[in-house]
């Protein structure tokens, strides 16, 4: 029994629909309104966003053998950034009149946290969980000096449309993560960088060896993640239209963790799939949703998704599955 | 009844038959040899009996009692200790808490680290090595590594004692050290399996021998009517080639390729000054610990020196005359490394044969420059035969490979990448003897196109019969140069020991 490591989030994610199926009636439901889609499923997509950005650059950071705590914190910093900007409370920089300059500017400043992830990992060398506990600490203090402590609230239609807007009839934040997936899952998957990020992350001092430049691998892969991390920020502040510094992205990078686990992705490093770590994020909102709409008590639902994704988890591990398989076939310890 | 028996064991993986209903045996007071090829089933024998692999079909008796090992862990409760062909140390911890780990010895259920390091010291001191154990395992070298799996498996209170190619980067002293002990504990009345490819290590320790081919037994044997000949013909089914002699080539030419001045590290390397010509293998001697891997990843900038300098000719003027400060800078100048310990510098688990076999090459057409499935499969097949490496799919894990084969695509890896300089350490490390050959064969022909190479190893022979020149080097300088019919063993040997050239 060896199933492609895909199949497993996949099985879950189809159990859950499955469920849904039967027991949640409406569930399927989809409505066409003003030009847009409404229902359950777009709901689970939509608010599987944020996650699903994060994960794209998750993955990667995982598969170089390290991890990125600070992904949340980043997330927040972006949205003050873009709040700011487009209120002008920048005395320096008045860029109000520019949503796209506003952007850019934020994923601009989230992107180089990154690069300082990055460079603190990979030229200095310190352990990922350390490096990026920093900005995971200090970032969220820092989008809180930026906003004084306050919601900056901002009334701009245009950065709005980025959280709330839609196109082709899916909600605009999703149709933008689709756009991030397919630019960056071309651009490690057509190029030799996926080959060097994976040889990095199953045995770095190798890949040195052979000529791969392992350092500057892990200062890109937390660039991105600092880019999708920027955009997911951006997405989020638009969506309620203010930067919330204390909550904006908090807890999110655990959710983006367990959704690359949950995808299949080994968390020791090596061999990725971004895909998978979508269907990770997918799987687990969907949970979350199906769960929520049980009437479940919100006290139970942690706990519940909790049990689900250890089980995938599980039945993902060659060695749980041969000690399972082991046991049935040995008599004398059934 | 010999003390352990195994009757029928059989172990499938997907594509293979690495075990084909093999028996296998070995008595009280005996050393029993388990040779084959690279491929053969050697390493999965042993990791059936060990609890490594538990799906193997087929009995295995210890002591008229039939056994079944769940883990490794479990098999040492019974009475069977082992050191794997990838040793299985953990880097971080020190040597002492790797000899002890999991049997360390405690007062009031508290760990007492001066017994842990006490017993460590005692475990290595049977080996005759002398080295401090509470220092971190990472800071020796491969040959020591090996030591410290080999004492740690002796430590524990066994029956059966089995070694996976221990010696395969051991220097003749620390063999002939291990082989006292294996004698003495033969005595005590234990059961040893050892594999080597080393044929000579077989008929000074071992009493009798067990082949295997293709994942069948060929037969037993006591060592005594089992010659030299005979035994390579029966774990390659076939006679092997005369041993080609190089002819040490005087007129290797004044075409100097690169030029070493210099190049040292503090408290690792003395500096050392030498040159490598265009087409010659130049050879690194020397003892454990003279020094020879040291200056070998000065040069390909793994280990960066720091002083010193190496110049390339040929590569136009600019940054030619340089101290490597990364492999990348070396690689920039054609000189790559085929490391020695292949688990931790070379094999990229998880990912495919194939991937790991283009590594270098992708690597050095950088990022964009993809190398096309046609291009890749093209070459990754023709390595495969050239150099006969056994997989049933490139596209499976490496780590799926024997440790030979995994030894032959690393070797392969900078072959394809055709740098004009290649150093290799230890390059047949736990390679068989026929395939050791062919690599022979191999590097003397790429020589003679032009390519150059230097290549250390630990078996004399092979440097004497590979090279053209021989570096002799000591405590971590060198101590002479050997060049034509200079270069015999004797010569190494006395170079050697005369210390001071
Ligand atoms: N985990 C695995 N998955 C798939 N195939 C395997 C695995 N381990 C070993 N094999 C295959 O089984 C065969 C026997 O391998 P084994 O490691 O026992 O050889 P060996 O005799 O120890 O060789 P070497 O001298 O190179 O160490 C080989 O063809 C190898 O490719
Ligand atoms: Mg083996």
Request: charged share 20%.
């Amino acid at each position: 029994m060896k199933l492609h490591p895909i199949a497993y989030p996949l099985i879950g994610l189809a159990l859950i629909l499955l469920f849904n199926a039967f027991f949640t009636p409406g569930f399927y439901a989809l409505e066409l309104r003003d030009g847009r889609l409404y229902g359950s499923l777009i709901d689970v997509l939509n608010r599987a966003t944020p996650v699903l950005l994060l994960s794209i650059g998750m993955t990667l950071v995982i598969a170089t053998k390290g991890v990125d705590l600070s992904v949340g914190a980043v997330m927040a910093i972006a949205g003050a950034v873009a709040a700011l900007l487009v209120t002008d409370k920048v005395s320096f920089l008045s860029v109000s009149h520019s949503v796209l300059l506003v952007v850019l500017i934020a994923l601009v400043v989230a992107t180089f946290a990154g690069v300082f992830n990055g460079v603190l990992v990979g030229k200095v060398g310190i352990q990922p969980i350390v490096a990026t506990l920093i900005l995971m600490v200090a970032g969220r203090g820092v989008a809180q000096l930026l906003t004084g402590g306050q919601n900056v609230t901002f009334n701009n239609p245009a950065l709005e449309r980025l959280g709330t807007g839609s196109a082709f009839g899916l909600p605009m934040p999703f149709v933008i993560f689709i756009v991030v997936f397919v630019l960056i899952a071309v651009f490690v998957r057509k190029t030799a960088l996926g080959l060097f990020i994976e040889a990095t992350g199953s045995n770095a001092e190798a890949a040195r060896l052979a000529g791969v430049a392992s350092d500057k691998m892990k200062v890109a892969v937390y660039a991105v993640s600092g880019l999708v991390a920027g955009i997911a920020g951006v997405i989020a502040c638009a969506d309620i239209r203010a930067a919330d510094a204390n909550n904006a992205g908090l807890y999110m990078e655990l959710d983006a963790i367990l959704a690359v686990a949950v995808g299949g992705t080994s968390l020791s490093g090596g061999r990725f799939s971004l895909l998978g770590s979508v269907v990770g994020a997918v799987l687990m909102q969907a949970l979350t949703t199906t769960i929520l709409t049980r009437g479940v008590s919100p006290h139970a639902t942690l706990v519940a998704k909790a049990l689900i994704i250890v089980a995938v988890i599980l039945l993902q591990s060659p060695e749980f599955r041969a000690s399972f398989a082991r046991r049935k076939h040995d008599p004398a310890r059934a | 009844m010999a003390l352990l028996e195994m009757a029928g064991v059989s172990k499938a993986f997907p594509g293979v038959l690495a075990l084909d209903s093999v028996s296998f045996s070995v008595d009280r007071g005996e050393i029993r040899a388990l040779m084959g090829e690279n491929g053969a089933g050697k390493s999965t024998l042993i990791k059936v009996l060990t609890g490594v692999y538990a799906s193997g079909s087929g009995t295995v008796l210890l002591d008229g009692v039939s056994i079944a090992p769940r883990s490794p862990a479990h098999a040492q409760e019974l009475g069977v200790s082992t050191v794997y062909q990838e040793v299985n140390l953990v880097p971080n911890l020190s040597v002492a808490e790797n000899v002890c780990l999991g049997y360390e010895p405690r007062t009031f259920g508290k760990i007492n680290w001066r017994k842990v390091n006490e017993r460590a010291r005692r475990a290595m001191s049977r080996l005759n090595i002398d080295i401090d154990v509470t220092r971190s395992l990472t800071d020796f070298s491969t040959a020591v590594q090996q030591l410290v799996a080999i004492a740690r498996a002796v430590d524990r209170e066994a029956k059966v004692l089995v070694l996976d190619e221990p010696t395969s980067s051991l220097d003749k002293i620390e063999v002939e050290r291990l082989f006292t002990l294996m004698r003495k504990l033969r005595g005590d009345g234990m059961a040893i399996v050892f594999v080597t490819h080393f044929l000579e290590q077989v008929y000074s320790v071992a009493d009798s021998v067990t082949v295997l081919r293709n994942g069948v037994k060929v037969g037993d044997w006591a060592v005594t009517e089992l010659p030299r000949q005979k035994l390579v013909a029966q774990m390659l089914g076939r006679d092997l080639d005369e041993v080609p002699h190089v002819d040490h080539r005087e007129a290797i030419g004044t075409d100097v390729l690169v030029t070493v001045e210099s190049l040292g590290r503090k408290n690792a390397m003395e500096p050392i000054s030498f040159d490598v010509r265009r087409g010659e293998t130049l050879g690194l001697s020397g003892l454990l610990g003279s020094g020879r891997t040291e200056t070998m990843k000065m040069l390909s900038g793994a280990n960066p020196a720091d002083s010193g300098v190496i110049s390339v000719s040929g590569i136009g003027t600019r940054g030619s005359r340089l101290r490597p400060r990364s492999p990348r800078d070396s690689i920039r100048l054609g000189i790559g490394l085929c490391p020695e310990d292949r688990k931790s510098e070379g094999v990229c688990p998880g990912l495919s044969v194939s991937e790991n076999l283009l590594l270098v090459l992708q690597a050095r057409r950088g990022w964009l420059r993809v190398i096309r499935k046609k291009q890749a499969d093209k070459i990754v097949s023709e390595q495969i035969e050239r150099l006969r490496i056994t997989t049933p799919d490139t596209r499976r894990p490496i780590e799926n490979l024997s440790g030979g084969n995994q030894q032959k695509v690393l070797l392969c890896r900078w072959l394809v990448a055709e740098p004009t300089l290649l150093l290799l350490d230890e390059p047949t490390r736990g390679i068989d003897v026929g395939n050791k050959l062919e690599i022979r064969k191999l590097i003397t022909d790429l020589a003679k196109k032009g390519m150059s190479f230097v290549f250390s190893s630990a078996e004399l022979e092979e440097v004497v019969n590979t090279c053209d020149r021989v570096v002799v080097l000591r405590d971590r300088r060198k101590v002479g140069e050997l060049k034509g019919a200079e270069v015999t063993e004797q010569n190494v040997m006395a170079r050697i020991a005369e210390g001071e050239a």
